[in-house]
C-alpha cells in the first residue's frame, strides 16, 4: 500500500516562504502522478498542483501559478512544494496525495492516496 507523508508546514508571514515535502513509500510501478491539495476551514477541498513521475509534466491551479511551484526527487521518493508570496488566503492544511497512472489529474476523485496533512498559516 502507499504511504504518504507531508511535513514543511508552519506560520508564516505574509509575503514569505514555506517549502512543503511529501514523502511516498509502497509504489510497485513507476506510473503514477503525486497532487497536492489544500483545505482552508469551512471551505472544500481544493487541488492545487500536480507532477508525473514518469515525465515530470506538471499542472497548477490559477490560484497559485507563479507563486508555488512543485517538483519531485525520485532518489528520495519525495515531492516538494515551493511557495513563495504567500497571502493570508492560502492558509491552509495541505495534502499530498498520489493516483495510479501518470495522468496530471485535477480532482480529488482522481486519487487513491492520501496523506494526513500539514498545516501552513499565513499571518496578515
Known amino acids: 500500500e502507499v504511504h504518504l507523508v507531508e511535513s514543511g508546514g508552519g506560520l508564516v508571514p505574509a509575503g514569505g516562504s514555506l517549502r512543503l515535502s511529501c514523502a511516498a513509500a509502497g509504489f510497485t510501478e513507476d506510473d503514477y502522478a503525486i497532487g497536492w491539495f489544500r483545505q482552508a476551514p469551512g471551505k472544500e477541498r481544493e487541488w492545487i498542483s500536480c507532477i508525473s513521475h514518469n515525465d515530470g509534466g506538471t499542472n497548477y491551479a490559477d490560484s497559485v501559478k507563479g507563486r508555488f511551484t512543485i517538483s519531485s526527487d525520485s532518489a528520495k521518493n519525495t515531492v516538494y512544494l515551493q511557495m513563495d508570496d504567500l497571502k493570508p488566503e492560502d492558509t491552509a492544511i495541505y495534502h499530498c496525495?498520489?493516483?495510479?497512472?501518470?495522468?496530471?489529474?485535477?480532482?480529488?476523485?482522481?486519487?487513491?492516496?492520501w496523506g494526513q496533512g500539514t498545516r501552513v498559516t499565513v499571518s496578515s
Open positions: 496525495a498520489a493516483r495510479l497512472g501518470d495522468k496530471i489529474a485535477t480532482t480529488r476523485a482522481e486519487y487513491d492516496f
